[in-house]
Each structure stands twice: as structure tokens, then as C-alpha cells.
């Protein structure tokens, strides 16, 4: 994904920091805003997974730290629930003014009942998505129990949340009583999707069980069975971001795929970025993301196929896919057809292919070996196995690889 890192003023005229997450080739489907837990930032792990995840399905997300939280001015000890709401209503305005409207809107815990309030606010909001939200913003109170007393009597408390010290006064806690969330469920009328983990320590599954009473349909329910509340297993935060994506496209709709036939000769249909994350690399092509990585024992996180591998992949496509065509042109039985592809480098001296092919052989000279070995099935007589073996040999793909190719490599301005 591609990171623009922006700010936008609030209504204290206070600059909040932010991070808009990009599809690699920056045609977003839509715009999501998500807002992070109470005392969490923009940067939690759990978020930053997520957004890459949506990321990935073609989404932008913007993600920002709320008043004197992260990396954003004002002074945290001010703020109240009605101030978090503040913040988010900039940050879609912001998003309207700079961008498009958030059409998707994400939070997470009490970020995800800032996003419930003010859902209904905003037209181009089209879909609502909550991770271990709470029904009641009130249930703060259960974390700052030890603190509690003293909050009643002297008016405010410095708190320890998550090892790090945070001034709580008492108008926090007295506004959060006030707040009917409920009501703004029902009414939001939003399509809504509701995470929740039954083992939750910090919010309870009966929360998700209030909101999904509260919310009308169309609404929905995933159980992330064993997760804690802040996702921190990077697997149950992926599994969020990929469902999540796959959920709000049917409400915010889909990026058309690029047609071939209307293209301009000149116009990219491959996109490719490699970020800071090791060798881990995004790619989007006829506009469908893929990753592209190499194995941890060579330096990198092995999320997805090296290079050579999409080379591989790529000759055994072409050659499925033509014997796919030349089948079905002759009406020939054939069902399925599966290439098995081994690359390897090897000396030319070894290469008994080498001389028929017509490749010269230099003393020490090395050379690229494709194998395809090819599996077809269907009642296909032997001299119909036989001519689809040599068409195969004959793919696009295949007659590049054998071909001389040009390449140039230029800075884009």
C-alpha cells in the first residue's frame, strides 16, 4: 500500500495527525475512516493490519489519532466523548474536502461507538463496521475502577492505562453517562457489521448482542473466536480486514476492472510498489491486488510468491489457458488441463535442450530452465494428448520467454 501522512484542524483549531493508506496504484473502490480504542492510537498494530487488509481489496483508509492521543496536538486530559465526536466529524470532512466522502465507516471499541454516533450525520456513509465495540460508552468506568473515588471527589485522577499515565476528569465519565447509544443504532440506518470476541475481557459479548438488537437491518455478526480485545494475534486482525472488505462491497460498491480492448497502448496495466517492509511488494494488475515477497530465509516475510514464482505462474497460465481455447475450438473432450512448472539455473554445459533450441553454448555460461510437465484430463484419444502437448509449446507467454524482449527502465515524472 501507498502512506500519504496528512493533518487536519478540528474544531479547537488543534491539528490532528493522520495516515491515508492507499491501494498501490491509488484508484481506492471507496474511502473508509476508521478511529481506534479509548487511550490506543492510529499506529496500533491491530489497526495498521486491518487497513492493509482493505488496502489490499482496493480500499483507502484513513486512520487518525484523536485529540492529545499519538501523534495529535491538544491535551487529552479536555477531551470528552462529545470531543471524539468533534474529531471524527472533521476527519470526514476533511476526507470530503481533500478526497471523497468516507463511505465506509470502522472503530474499534469506544472508537467504534464514536462511529455509531455519528453515522447517520453524514449521506455518503453507506456502510458501518464495529470491532468490540460497546453498547454503553459508559463501561469505561470498569477500567478506571481503582481510580474511580478519587475521580468522584477531587474532580479528575491520573489513571495507569496499558503502562502509560493518563489524566481522566470527571466530565469524561459524566458525559459518557448521558450518551444513549441505543437509540442512535436505531435510528442510524446504515447497514451495520459487528465484531466481537465471546472471551473479550475488556467488552463484553453481551454489547454486540445489545447493538445487534438495537441495529435494523441489514445487519450482521462475526465471532472472533478466541481473540482478545485488541487483536493483538496479527491473524485474527487480518481476518477482520478481509471480511470487513469483502462485507462493505456490497454496499459501497466495486472498482470496475480495466477493459484491454479500450486501453491506451501507453497506459500501465501493472502496478508494482515496494514499501519498507522487507521485500514484501504490492502489486495490482488488470486491477486485481496481488503480493509479491520472498521466503523468510532470504530476508523476507514470505507473504507472497517471489518473482520468479509470478513468472512461473504466469507461463503455466498461459499455457492452460491456451489449451483452455484450442479445445474447445476443435470440440475436444477436454476437462481440465493443470501445469506443474520447475525453474531452475544451470550451466549451459548441462543443458541438453540447449543446442536444438539453437543457444549457443559459452565456456561457463548459464542459462534459465522452465519445465512444464502437464496433467490432462478428459477421454482425449493419444493423438489429440499429442497435439495439445505441442500447442502448448506454441502460448503467448511461452514464445515471449523464447523470444528476444526489449526492456526499458525510465523514471516516471
Not at 521485500?279 to 514470505?302: K, M, N, Q, S
Not at 475450438?329 to 501445469?339: F, H, Q, V, Y
Request: charged share 25%.
Amino acid at each position: 500500500m501507498q502512506v500519504k501522512i496528512v493533518t487536519f484542524e478540528n474544531n479547537r483549531g488543534e491539528r490532528l495527525a493522520a495516515r491515508l493508506d492507499l491501494p498501490v496504484d491509488t484508484r481506492p473502490v471507496a474511502y473508509a475512516l476508521f478511529t481506534h480504542c479509548f487511550t490506543c492510537s492510529k499506529n496500533l498494530k491491530a489497526v495498521t493490519t486491518i487497513s492493509r487488509a482493505l488496502t489490499d481489496q482496493g480500499y483507502a483508509v484513513l486512520r487518525f489519532d484523536f485529540t492529545g492521543l499519538g501523534e495529535s496536538e491538544g491535551d487529552f486530559a479536555e477531551t470528552t466523548f462529545a470531543t471524539n465526536l468533534e474529531d471524527l466529524q472533521a476527519a470526514c470532512r476533511f476526507l470530503s474536502a481533500q478526497y471523497e466522502p468516507p463511505a465506509l465507516l470502522v472503530g474499534h471499541s469506544l472508537g467504534g461507538a464514536a462511529v455509531l454516533a455519528v453515522a447517520g450525520e453524514f449521506p455518503e456513509v453507506k456502510a458501518v463496521a464495529t470491532i468490540g465495540a460497546p453498547c454503553n460508552p459508559a463501561h469505561v468506568r470498569h477500567l478506571l475502577r481503582p481510580a474511580l473515588e478519587t475521580i468522584e471527589t477531587a474532580g479528575e485522577a491520573v489513571v495507569d492505562l496499558g503502562g502509560r499515565p493518563f489524566r481522566i476528569k470527571k466530565q469524561f465519565l459524566e458525559e459518557l453517562e448521558r450518551v444513549n447509544l441505543e437509540e442512535q443504532v436505531r435510528t442510524m440506518r446504515r447497514p451495520l457489521l459487528l465484531f466481537h470476541s465471546p472471551t473479550d475481557q475488556i467488552v463484553g459479548i453481551e454489547n454486540a448482542a445489545c447493538l445487534f438488537q438495537a441495529a435494523r437491518h441489514p445487519k450482521s455478526f462475526v465471532s472472533l473466536d478466541q481473540a482478545d480485545h485488541l487483536l493483538s494475534n496479527p491473524d485474527d486482525a487480518a481476518f477482520v480486514g478481509e471480511v470487513l472488505g469483502a462485507w462493505a462491497r456490497r454496499y459501497v460498491g466495486h472498482r470496475p476492472l480495466p477493459d484491454p480492448r479500450r486501453l491506451d497502448p501507453g497506459e500501465a496495466r501493472v502496478v508494482v510498489r515496494t514499501g519498507r517492509a522487507h521485500y514484501r511488494t504490492d502489486i495490482v494488475a488488470d486491477g486485481h491486488a496481488l503480493v509479491a515477497d520472498e521466503p523468510a530465509a532470504l530476508g523476507g516475510t514470505d507473504a507472497g510468491p517471489s518473482p520468479y514464482g509470478y513468472l512461473a505462474a504466469a507461463l503455466g497460465a498461459c499455457t492452460t489457458i491456451t489449451l483452455r481455447l484450442y479445445a474447445d475450438r476443435k470440440g475436444w473432450p477436454l476437462e481440465a488441463a493443470t501445469a506443474y512448472i520447475y525453474h531452475e539455473k544451470m550451466h549451459l554445459n548441462d543443458c541438453t535442450e540447449c543446442a536444438e533450441q539453437g543457444i549457443v553454448q559459452t565456456p561457463g555460461g548459464k542459462i534459465d530452465r522452465f519445465t512444464v510437465e502437464l496433467t490432462l484430463e478428459g477421454a482425449l484419444e493419444a493423438v489429440q494428448q499429442q497435439r495439445l502437448l505441442e500447442i502448448a509449446g506454441r502460448c503467448p507467454v511461452h514464445r515471449t520467454l523464447k523470444s528476444p524482449v526489449v526492456t526499458r527502465t525510465r523514471l516516471r515524472d
